[in-house]
């Protein structure tokens, strides 16, 4: 628009000014709506906007869903175990037996896992685990551990409570034998199918008891995806 507008006094009418200053505000918003105009009344399936398509794209990006954490030993023998909370240097707690003896074991954390709760629209929901274990200056030779996410039941007769795990969540299982001395090997990730609601808790297999003088941390993470 050619000329100049006259700067227009509060609360006064300007018959000359106001119609070209509310031409020139509606000629901006629509060349603003014009360039910025997201499709349809929100961002919703029916307007087709891909993840891929905006600023910041972040539904294939991994979030923390849960972790434990425990420090093993010599003296723990080959079993299968539900990782702890890493606040204690106590050995985790094996899978099947009563809570309520002996002291000198964890207390597995357990978690509800509601798939509805991490799904997104028209995108898959992927889970992954990442073990991740750091070894002293002995090498536990031979061992292999063997992280997974498994499913719990519960059981106990008079004063006693069971925590036993299931068959592991297919796809979910990272390993590693005889992990190198004075290290931190990372395992993972690989996405895997979410399983059903449900609880779980994440665990280890050891194939055998550790070299004497070893002492390994053992921790794991499961991260969530929608791809």
Same mark, same amino acid.
């Given at each position: ?153 519960? =059981?106990? %007769? !008079?004063?006693? #409570?069971? &925590?036993?795990?299931? *068959? ?5 299982? $990272?390993?590693?034998? @005889? ?16 399983? =059903?609601? %449900? !609880?779980?808790? #994440?665990? &280890?297999?050891?194939? *055998? ?5 070893? $002492?390994?941390?053992? @921790? ?8």
């Amino acid at each position: 628009m050619a000329g100049t507008l006259p700067i227009p006094s509060i609360g006064s009418p300007n018959t000359q000014a106001d119609p070209k200053i509310k031409e020139a505000l509606e000629t901006l918003n629509n060349k603003f709506d014009a360039e910025n105009k997201v499709p349809g009344t929100s961002i919703s399936t029916a307007a087709a906007i891909a993840d891929t398509q905006l600023a910041s794209p972040n539904n294939s990006a991994y979030r923390a869903l849960f972790q434990a954490q425990s420090v093993v030993a010599a003296e723990l023998a080959a079993g299968t175990y539900i990782l702890g909370t890493g606040m204690t240097t106590v050995a985790p707690r094996a899978s099947g037996t009563d809570l309520r003896s002996g002291g000198s074991a964890q207390v597995p954390p357990l978690f509800n896992f509601l798939p509805e709760k991490y799904e997104v629209s028209s995108k898959t929901l992927k889970l992954t685990l990442l073990g991740t274990i750091a070894v002293n200056a002995t090498i536990p030779t031979g061992v292999k551990f063997q992280f997974g996410l498994y499913p719990v039941t519960v =059981a106990g %007769g !008079a004063n006693e #409570l069971k &925590v036993t795990l299931g *068959a592991v969540v297919s796809g979910s299982i $990272v390993e590693v034998t @005889s992990p190198p001395a004075s290290s931190v090997t990372r395992l993972g990730p690989t996405d895997f199918t979410a399983p =059903a609601f %449900g !609880a779980y808790a #994440l665990g &280890v297999v050891t194939s *055998a008891a550790l070299t004497t003088n070893s $002492v390994a941390s053992l @921790s794991s993470t499961l991260l969530y995806r929608s791809v």
